[in-house]
């Protein structure tokens, strides 16, 4: 924890952090516990933020867009928290290039999408939402509305087999469904034990698996490469009458060419997201989409349940600790360790200086510094420093490395060699 200038070491100087959007009112209170100052402001805007933002060192947001404006006018932000699993509302490359880590809370709010997504489902298929209005309406006509497909047995293709994505998977196969999703390489070996143990079975591409599917259900995040990722072309190759389910961006569906689809061969959605959804406070949404008679739409609630509030603000105040530890927790624009071009392993008495001097060596050698791990052995006699730098390792680093006050030993390796 840093401390304030001119106070004993004991005295910890809390962080100043604001809360700009609605979060569970658990992690303001938590987190005042541990001591910060926590502002909060929910209904402020994103060009609002830049007027608010001097002074604050954490950042939360959920759909609160930080842009490079508003980084640029923080003068002590170190961290940005986004409330939710994607990081798409924020300028990550600004964020980056002034040194301010952005973390992102994964996974706590998965039940709570998978749920809104069978809702949907469900509710297109036995035409809830058409009922209801009838029935409020003093019209009973169950004749019309005992007409219904069902479920089980069918299949269900899913987009993205992230946290939400293999909930939805979960929940599928207790309704009876069959699973499909899109093979993928570079899946950690948790998820694809986890796609056994559901029972997924994986094609090679998106044609394949919206082909083979009564319904397909999107849940990737909004990046370039998904951007309109269900596309005219995509959209030809699934089955007429399919059900389309998007509880992830608006904007990874060409909204066009689904009103076509819609239109011409009897598709059906379910959407939780739109393009151009409206602002916070606004209650008017002019969307050709969201007003067609074979959508079921949702207000991008997919996360709001308490349960999941809770969960997120749990997760919020759990990323602040891991931060204040030296330890982001989901940290997506760190470098991963081990990009530098050679490393340094200096074994060493745990003594004040040490490593002071061996820096002083490495940028007298004119090598950067990209990554630094410490660890004292038990005892605290000894720790051995590994050092990830970039640049060209001089002849003769290895003698003057040795040569310092307190150091055991040096072991190099240029890693354009391995």
Known sequence: MPVNAGIGLDARRNMKILIADKLGSTAKLALEDIGHEVQESPDVTSEELKDCIKGIEVLVVRSTKVTADA????????????AGAGVDNIDVIAA????IHVCNVPGKNAAAVAELTFALLLAIDRHIVDAAVDLRKGTWNKKEYSIADGIMGKT?????????????????????????GQRKNGRSPEVEQRIRQIGIR??????????????????VPSTEQTVKLVDKALLRSFKDGAILINTSRGEIVDEPALIEAMDERGIRAGLDVFCDEPASGERTIGSALASHASVVGSHHIGASTAQASRAIADGVVDTVLRFEAGNPLNCVNEAPSGDGTSQVRVRHLDRVGVLASVLSTLRAADLNVQYMDNRVFSGKKAAVASIEVVGAVPIGLYDELVALEHVLGVSLLDKRAV
């Open 71 to 82: 980084l640029k006018a923080a003068d002590r932000l170190s961290l940005i928290v986004r």
């Open 96 to 99: 980056s290039e002034l040194g």
């Open 156 to 180: 269900i293709g899913i987009i993205g087999l992230g946290g939400i994505g293999l909930s939805v998977a979960e929940r599928a196969k207790a309704f009876g469904l069959n699973v499909i």
């Open 202 to 219: 994986l094609t090679d591409t998106l044609e394949d698996l919206v082909a083979h599917s009564d319904v397909v259900s999107i849940h």
